[in-house]
């Protein structure tokens, strides 16, 4: 936050610069949309949806259109997380081991 202070107002001026959404059978394809425009619409820099069930990511980096990543490849932080690297193949054994 800027000066290290959460705003006061009801709804921030402040957005993040990740965001990240795990599809399930929680929620219907047209929430998942309209989180995606809000996100777009805040110019947030980099967006994961995470889908178990496919087992892909699709990833917006500064882009409306997404880059599709599957199981075998690698998701990385880009410039938002330097250093940041999460092999799919693990992420999503660990998540079907954990029930999630």
């Known amino acids: 936050f800027p000066d290290r202070?959460?705003?006061r107002q009801s709804v921030w001026?402040?957005?993040?610069m990740i965001a990240?959404?795990?599809y399930?059978?929680?929620n219907t394809y047209d929430e998942m949309q309209r989180k995606l425009k809000d996100y777009l619409a805040a110019k947030i820099p980099l967006i994961w949806y995470f889908d178990p069930e496919l087992k892909t990511v699709e990833v917006y980096a500064d882009?409306?259109?997404p880059t599709i990543l599957h199981e075998s490849?690698?998701?990385d932080?880009?410039?938002i997380l330097p250093g940041f690297m999460i092999n799919l193949k693990?992420?999503?054994a660990a998540a079907q081991d954990t029930g999630n």
Not at 13 to 16: E, G, K, L
């Open 5 to 7: 202070k959460a705003p």
């Open 13 to 16: 001026t402040v957005f993040p």
């Open 20 to 22: 990240c959404e795990i």
């Open 24 to 26: 399930s059978p929680a």
């Open 63 to 65: 882009s409306a259109t």
């Open 73 to 75: 490849d690698v998701i």
């Open 77 to 79: 932080g880009g410039a």
């Open 90 to 92: 693990e992420f999503f």
